[in-house]
């Protein structure tokens, strides 16, 4: 396997030699100013940069390093550069992260802390990029542009592929904003007649008075005003397919007139007196209750059977694990490329607020709001506010990266001494550290591990 790139911006020959000798795991390359970084960056294209703040021609200031770092993330902006910085030189560690950076570690280097920095930041890229492959492929699942990894919208999907081919009535059962046009225009597409039109009105959007002239058309003279012939979407939709959104929503009379069309496959134009074949795939869908309107007579049954040949019912979006922040992430690379914006990603308070979220609008929500966010947010990371949500209380954690290194790091800790049951030499294996280093973080942390069980004691 192809090993990572990692990038060390360093004029010190020293530590260079120390940091090649610390990540045999990598391909290391190496720049020494602002120039030779750029130039790896943009030929070598590394996921991963440990820099330097102290570069040629300003070794003892910082005011090159942060330009070298500033133009890292203009260029690359999913490159994760991880600043080294003086001990205790905390205003300039977190000037750091505000410009694009990653993490930081103190000099003197810790080489076992950097890897664990490292370690992590390369699987949050790889993380990263399979995310925007997912989100970018032109075939993220079986349907094209259906973006999810829930069970249940797989299973959707598996139903639209069967059916499609056929010449069946298909009506989609869902919320408002669950994507049922997209779903209908899915139908379309994986069908006989792709290259036939796909024509949609709204039924609950137009009024009564002037819904029938939209799907049946019209003669000249049929009605005052009526100076022209016109087509009706019926007929428009010839030998492709027509999509009837909100068809509890249609008005009994016309209901008659639909079932008359579906029975026989041909219309009459208000005013004409000749019916018209017309070969056209209905494809409906409602977000209203329909089997209750039909059982209260509000809705033909009759009319209903001949639309629900195959019914499809759409989970709504905060039924669908994990598809929010799925969705979200592919919201923010479309809008980012459309917007001509560059942000990074989401805060931690936004993840957990997507998260969280019931999402009521479902995904037409969700992407407004990422939409917003893209326009208004003033960082480089779409945080809560942005998308005009609050995360839970509790579910941000503090940013003292040097605490959450501890925290991890005793974690780790336990968890190795309770796999080798305390045996140091093996804890130390595990921990890829040596057994001095292993009684330094032992001591660290304040942890006393007990005897290891009689007979299995280790030697020093």
């Not at 081919?165 to 139908?187: D, F, I, M, Y």
């Not at 036939?196 to 003279?221: D, H, K, M, W």
């Not at 550290?433 to 007979?455: K, N, Q, V, W």
Request: glycine residues 6%; aromatic residues 4%; hydrophobic residues 40%.
């Amino acid at each position: 396997m192809t090993k990572p790139k990692l990038l060390i911006v360093e004029d010190d020959v020293g530590l260079c030699n120390q940091y090649r000798w610390a990540f045999p795991g990598y391909e290391t390359l190496f720049a020494q100013d602002r120039k030779q970084a750029l130039a790896v960056v943009q030929h070598d294209q590394p996921k991963l940069a440990i820099m330097d703040l102290g570069l040629p021609p300003d070794p003892d200031g910082v005011s090159e390093g942060f330009a070298t770092l500033e133009q890292i993330a203009r260029i690359a902006p999913d490159l994760k550069v991880i600043v080294a910085t003086s001990h205790g030189d905390r205003t300039h560690a977190l000037r750091a992260v505000a410009s694009g950076a990653y993490d930081f570690c103190e000099k003197p280097i810790e080489i076992e802390v950097l890897r664990t920095v490292v370690d992590r930041a390369l699987r949050l890229s790889e993380l990263e990029e399979e995310n925007r492959q997912l989100a970018q492929a032109n075939v993220p699942t079986p349907l094209r542009r259906i973006v999810t990894g829930s069970d249940s919208m797989q299973k959707v999907n598996r139903t639209i592929e069967r059916v499609a081919p056929t010449n069946v009535t298909v009506l989609l059962l869902g919320e408002s904003g669950t994507g049922k046009e997209l779903l209908a225009r899915a139908v379309h597409e994986l069908s006989p007649r792709a290259a036939q039109p796909f024509v949609a009105i709204n039924c609950g959007a137009i009024p009564e008075t002037l819904l029938e002239s939209e799907l049946f058309g019209y003669e000249r003279g049929a009605f005052t005003g009526a100076v022209k012939q016109s087509i009706g979407k019926i007929e428009s939709a010839s030998h492709g397919t027509l999509f009837l959104d909100e068809i509890g929503d249609l008005p009994l009379p016309l209901q008659v007139k639909l079932l008359r069309f579906l029975q026989e496959q041909t219309v009459e134009r208000i005013g004409g007196r000749a019916p018209i074949a017309v070969d056209v795939r209905v494809v409906s869908a409602t977000n209203a209750a329909i089997e209750e309107r039909v059982e209260h007579g509000s809705f033909r049954g009759d009319l209903f059977y001949r639309l629900n040949a195959v019914s499809v019912r759409i989970p709504p979006l905060r039924e669908r694990p994990g598809d929010a922040l799925l969705l979200a992430r592919y919201f923010l690379n479309r809008h980012n490329r459309e917007l001509n914006r560059s942000l990074r990603g989401f805060t931690e308070a936004a993840v957990a607020a997507i998260d969280a979220h019931a999402w009521p609008g479902n995904v037409r929500e969700l992407e407004n709001r990422v939409k917003r966010a893209v326009v208004m947010a003033d960082g480089k990371l779409v945080d809560a506010p942005d998308l005009e949500l609050v995360a839970p209380e509790g579910a941000v954690l503090d940013f003292d990266l040097r605490a959450a290194r501890m925290r991890a790091e005793r974690v780790i800790l336990q968890r190795a001494l309770a796999h080798s049951n305390n045996r140091l030499s093996q804890a130390a294996k595990l921990m890829g550290i040596s057994r001095p280093t292993l009684y330094g973080l032992l001591e660290a942390h304040d942890l006393a591990p007990s005897r290891a069980p009689a007979g299995e004691e280790e030697e020093d």
